[in-house]
């Protein structure tokens, strides 16, 4: 890995860089990670690369429904495994939610080489090898377990397609989403839209979870209930829109 000064502006965002191109080197991540990766990073840089109040507020509805579910499950990518295994495990551990690979761009030698890096990491039982149930998509990543995301009924998918937010939706399950654009049709579509960065999202779920998990059923049912996903994704194109304005007074360029 390059190494990069602490004390670089852009730290944060050239480590998570360095992670990404890492997962490529080590056959985890696809290359097509790495424009997905880089549209993340326009959407990051307009919200100010933090965690805003409203997505704190859905990690924090997101982090109830995985505690209240039945049969919760964890979908994870070649992007996610790259960029957060230890949170991803912690979330896993915490909440009781499996992890299972799910990839559009899919092999058996990435599946094995994605559940090797995860168990480095601490898990145990991945699922997504089995591929025994199956979504109405035309892809990959139709091909799921059937303990597992089949028949889940709160699904967390960080890095979601829109098409496959879609097809869980459609099986009536409650789906969460960690993506920065609030316009895809992943964050239009998803029962819980968090607009964040999912290097800052899994990890402020993680202490969610830790703080939340001996909540009473009534108390977590009531964030549930009282959830407005419209407003997380008006607010996200408010906090964009306000940068936006910042940044240009601040360069001294008239707002109008
Ligand atoms: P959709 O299919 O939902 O319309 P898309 O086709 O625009 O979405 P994809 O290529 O399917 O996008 O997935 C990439 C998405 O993931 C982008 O919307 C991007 O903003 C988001 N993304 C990429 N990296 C990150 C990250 N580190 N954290 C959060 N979101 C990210
Ligand atoms: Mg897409």
């Known amino acids: 890995m390059t190494r990069i000064p602490v004390e670089h502006p852009r730290y944060e965002s050239l480590i998570t860089r360095e992670r990404i191109v890492e997962g490529v080197q080590i056959g985890i991540t696809s290359k097509q990670g790495l424009i997905a990766q880089g549209r993340g990073e326009t959407f990051d840089y307009l919200l100010g690369e933090r965690t805003t109040t409203t997505a704190a507020y ?31 495990v912690a979330l896993s551990d915490v909440t009781g939610a499996p992890l299972e690979v799910n990839l559009f761009h899919r092999s058996d030698a990435r599946m094995h080489k994605i559940i090797e890096h995860l168990s480095a990491y601490g898990a145990s039982d991945v699922l997504g090898k089995k591929g025994d149930g199956s979504l109405d ?57 968090i607009i964040d960065n999912i290097t800052r999202a899994i990890p402020n779920m993680v202490q969610f979870a830790i703080e939340m998990k001996h909540n009473k059923t009534e108390e977590l049912e009531s964030i549930v209930d009282l959830y407005n996903n419209d407003k997380v994704l008006s607010s996200a194109m408010y906090e964009m829109s306000e940068t936006l304005k910042n940044m240009s007074i601040e360069r001294g360029i008239e707002w109008i």
């Open 58 to 88: 859905a990690e924090r509805a997101a982090v109830a429904l995985l505690l209240l579910a039945h049969n919760p499950i964890i979908s994870v990518n070649g992007n996610v495994a790259a960029l957060v295994p230890d949170q991803i």
């Open 137 to 193: 998509l035309k892809h990959d990543r139709a091909i799921v377990d059937e303990v597992g995301i089949y028949s889940a009924d709160v699904v967390l998918v960080p890095l979601e397609d829109g098409d496959r937010c879609s097809a869980l939706i459609a099986m009536g399950k409650n789906v969460i989403t960690i993506d920065l654009n609030p316009l895809s049709r992943t964050s239009l579509s998803s029962t819980v839209s």
